[in-house]
């Protein structure tokens, strides 16, 4: 801690530097001269609070207030200023300043109160607390020191001291509302509930048509278990004022705590209904409500309300339009959510969410002509959004338009703004042209050598899959670890049965890049079968298949390959069989059990 005498020092060194004297017709010089002998404190502390408080030069006042300090060290009126208009570089100087006015001038109540108060500011409170047991001694008419005492006795962990500080402002000035909210508090935070309702109730008879005063009273009973009290209390105030928030929710949270989630739903009902409660409260308190699933399931009614509450109040706030389609959607109410964000699509500005919502619903629902449509809508007000090209190319996909699908693929990198993204939508485009590889449908410009023979369909295949691959090349030069190209990389080359060590390079890297995924450990078994290391892909497909609970029937045929080829038909055929129960291709099924049983090596000695 600096000594006052340095602190002093310092400021009188600055304002030999920046503190200006009003000068009127006479040179600052002669000003000052008059001003040097026993006056000089009380006009360096007038051009003080001239520079601060009209001027608004914080510097020109703790220059000119160090002036009056060097003029004479014990004028306390400079270093109260400089205390109380924050001149001080940390709470502990503002402590010093404080205590030197105060010891300067002893009779000074301000000076000693302003003492006090910068002790709470830097955190002393022992100290603090001796200051204002001796204002209380000392100024006994004025209530806010038995306030700030009872406040520091609490701070010090005394809640009986604050108490009976409390008691004795009451005995001298009677029931003031402040005082008695902070002694209520404190009786109910020593387990006094009875002594706490005593104090309410008295607090009530003295204002009985005060909402408020019966909530409080509400709450204390509510805490001593007296419900019907409480209830009561409740009742009466809002008799009073039936839209007060503050006795609603102070009632909604009397439901909470007795879970009597139907009244609690009830009286949220009268808060979404009031103006009173900001919106971002009533939208949190959703929120709380839906989060449970099984809440959601059992009280749907009530929330299905709340919801339209909502809707009704705020039609245009997008943040109610989210909540009441996400409440539909969760409701399976789909079409209804779609209509809901199809009315908002005028909207001015246009809203993209909304867009993307109708889009993302027309494609669940398998309406590719209105996906088609709301697409190209959005494209045309937002045409630099990434994500409407790409919806835009996965419409033409599965409508199985691939070159317009690619086309769009091509538009959305115009816009791309990172490797990684361009990375996906290069592998957004590869698989497109092997899509078109698998249909072995000719655009336009092919068509006419196909009819001349000139190229067939497997040349049109083998010219798609150059394509991908080329795609994914360019889409690995982005970003070389996208797992997704790498894994279907990596496993059309295998299904090709073509440059096999660099695919189990992929898909090596793959699995050392991911968490167990089935599908990635699916391709990297089928590379090590193609390369003919059996065992192996045997161990990572036994695994996948484990890992995805047999779902996936093509998972299931490439497990059944395997053991037929170890000479395992039984359980070869077992998954086959599974692979058909889950939607594979029975006429390749039917090949595959048509097939001479494998006779199983022996085992290596």
């Not at 030999?16 to 001003?35: K, L, P």
Request: glycine share 6%; aromatic share 10%; hydrophobic share 40%.
């Amino acid at each position: 801690m600096k000594n006052i005498r340095v602190i002093a020092a310092g400021i009188a060194a600055a304002g030999f530097i920046s503190c200006t004297v009003t000068t009127h017709g006479t040179s600052q010089a002669a000003a000052e001269g008059d001003f040097a002998g026993r006056n000089a404190p009380y006009y360096y502390h007038a051009e003080g609070i001239k520079a601060h408080t009209v001027k608004g030069d914080m510097q020109a006042g703790i220059a000119c207030f160090g002036r009056a300090i060097q003029a004479d060290s014990s004028y306390a009126p400079a270093y109260y200023e400089l205390a109380a208009n924050g001149m001080y570089a940390t709470p502990d100087e503002a402590v010093e300043l404080a205590r030197k006015a105060f010891r300067l001038d002893t009779t000074n109540k301000w000076y000693h109160q302003f003492y006090g108060q910068a002790l709470i500011y830097a955190g002393r409170y022992d100290e603090a607390l001796k200051v204002y047991r001796r204002l209380q001694t000392e100024n006994p008419k004025d209530p806010d020191n038995y306030r700030i005492l009872a406040a520091l006795y609490e701070q010090k962990q005394s809640p009986v001291m604050a108490l009976v500080t409390l008691d004795s402002a009451e005995l001298r000035f009677g029931r003031i509302p402040v005082l008695s909210a902070m002694k209520r508090r404190l009786l109910v935070a020593t387990n006094q509930i009875d002594k706490a309702v005593v104090e309410a109730r008295a607090m009530v008879e003295a204002a009985p048509y005060e909402a408020q005063r019966h909530v409080v009273l509400g709450d204390l009973y509510a805490i001593a278990k007296k419900d019907s009290l409480a209830r009561a209390e409740y009742d009466r105030a809002l008799q009073i004022d039936s839209t007060n928030v503050q006795t609603l929710m102070a009632l909604a949270d009397f439901h909470a705590g007795r879970q009597d989630y139907r009244a609690l739903l009830a009286v949220t009902r009268q808060l979404f209904q009031s103006d009173e409660l900001p919106l971002e409260t009533k939208i949190k308190r959703f929120g709380q409500f839906t989060s449970d699933t099984r809440f959601y399931r059992e009280y749907y009614f009530q929330l299905n309300d709340l919801a339209s509450t909502l809707a009704i109040r705020y039609p245009d706030d997008k943040r109610v339009v989210e909540l009441y389609a996400g409440h539909l959607i969760a409701s399976g109410e789909l079409e209804q959510a779609l209509a809901l964000y199809k009315s908002h699509l005028a909207d001015q500005p246009p809203a993209e969410e909304y867009f993307r919502a109708v889009i993302d619903i027309e494609s669940y629902l398998q309406h590719p002509d209105s996906v088609d449509k709301y697409v190209t809508r959005a494209l045309e007000l937002f045409p630099a959004k990434v994500d409407f090209h790409l919806s835009k190319g996965h419409v033409m996909s599965n409508s199985k338009q691939y070159v317009k699908a690619i086309g769009a693929y091509k538009g959305a990198l115009r816009h791309a703004d990172t490797d990684s993204l361009r990375s996906v939508i290069w592998g957004m485009i590869g698989d497109a042209w092997h899509q078109k590889a698998e249909a072995g449908e000719p655009n336009l410009e092919e068509r006419l050598p196909l009819q001349t023979g000139l190229l067939g369909k497997k040349g049109i295949a083998r010219k798609a899959m150059k394509e991908c691959y080329k795609a994914y090349e360019r889409s690995l030069r982005y970003w070389p670890d996208n797992t997704m190209v790498l894994n279907n990389y990596a496993y059309f080359l295998s299904l090709e049965e073509r440059d096999l060590e660099r695919a189990l390079t992929m898909s090596s890297r793959v699995v050392a890049l991911t968490d167990n995924n089935p599908t990635y450990l699916d391709t990297h078994g089928w590379v090590l079968f193609k390369l003919g290391r059996t065992d192996e892909a045997r161990k990572i497909l036994q695994k996948a298949v484990a890992l995805d609970g047999q779902k996936s029937p093509e998972l299931m045929v490439h497990y059944g390959d395997i053991l037929h080829l170890l000479g395992e038909q039984f359980m070869a055929e077992i998954y086959w069989r599974r692979a058909l129960e889950k939607g594979y291709d029975a006429r390749q099924i039917e090949q595959r059990l048509k097939q001479p049983a494998v006779k199983k090596p022996e085992p290596k000695e």
